[in-house]
């Protein structure tokens, strides 16, 4: 059986926000034995790394909630839950592209950084000649 120290470390998230998600209902209550130990099922600790990816993501904790409350609505309303996922996904890819052009921005400045120096301090270089990075595609 595992503990709850044991689910904080396989999943990379502390105790007490485990604990703060099952209190405000961002994922289903979890089970509890005799002891009133808590019992973490496969599904438990789906809905635990879901939530802690989705947050990760940039998912607010009041989307969180939606998400979990569209959990447990019967009929054409829970395909609200699937779109909160698509909205997210296209954020992030978003994001992706964002970051890879500046990742290859910073490529180019670092492939280039030397000779562009020595272009500043040779004087063939100015700030009025210097490239147009924004005219770039990256």
Known sequence: MLRSKDVAEMLDISISTIRY???IGIIPPIERNANGYRIYTN???NWIYLMKSLRNAGLSIESLLEFSRLSQVKGPERKKQKQVLEDQLYEIEGKIAEM?????LLSYKIETYDDHIAMFQSGELTSETAEELWKIKF
Not at 100 to 104: E, I, L, S
Request: charged share 35%.
């Open 43 to 45: 599904s438990t600790l």
């Open 100 to 104: 890879q052009r500046v990742r290859n």
């Open 21 to 23: 998600y099952e209190k």
